[in-house]
């Protein structure tokens, strides 16, 4: 009888026992499912975030061609002023619109940040110096040399009336050795 009660309690000691085998094989199973699922969700993560590295480098891209677009362009004067700065305190053979060459070459004395061009002319033996302002975006410039001129003007209209400045033999000098008035532009 005890023998019996015992195996009764063993068949049911086994029965549990394979139970919880059965029952560890599900589990390991499903752990197993899960590692694959996983595994699956990882090379997914791997996929996207390549893609979205892909995405972002075609938006850098577009930022970089959207950024040259709207740069903005220079103006005529801005452009004029850039090429005058050149050639600053060099000669520059003179045309004015309607009036022909001026009788002798001219200093190119200053641009000024608001893009006035001012031209000196030196005094000479029978004549006085004087300067005379154009705004840059009234001026053709041939970059060519003409004599000892690295550069022609073309004037399209002057700004302002020339400034007498005297004797001064140089731009320097033009502080120094105040004129008279000077005969408006022809």
Not at 26 to 45: F, S, T, Y
Not at 100 to 112: E, L, V
Not at 168 to 182: C, D, F, H, I, M
Request: glycine share 8%; with cysteine.
């Amino acid at each position: 009888m005890l023998e019996l009660r015992h195996s009764g309690k063993a068949n049911t000691l086994r029965e549990e026992a394979n139970r919880l085998r059965l029952d560890n094989i599900h589990v390991q199973e499903e752990a197993n499912g899960l590692r694959d699922e996983q595994k699956n969700h990882i090379a997914r993560i791997a996929e996207l975030q390549a893609e979205l590295n892909k995405l972002q480098a075609e938006r850098n891209q577009s930022l970089g061609k959207i950024a040259e677009n709207t740069q903005r362009v220079p103006t005529e004067a801005e452009h004029n002023a850039n090429i005058l700065r050149k050639y600053l305190g060099q000669c520059a053979q003179v045309t004015v619109e309607n009036a022909g060459k001026w009788g002798s070459a001219a200093i190119i004395a200053d641009i000024s940040d608001n893009n006035i061009l001012t031209l000196f002319i030196p005094a000479g033996p029978s004549a006085q110096a004087y300067g005379s302002r154009v705004r840059c975006d009234k001026v053709q410039i041939v970059e060519e040399k003409v004599g000892s001129c690295p550069v022609q003007i073309n004037v399209l209209g002057f700004y302002g009336q020339p400034i007498n400045y005297g004797n001064a033999k140089s731009w320097e000098e033009r502080n120094t050795t105040l004129g008279g008035p000077v005969a408006p532009h022809s």
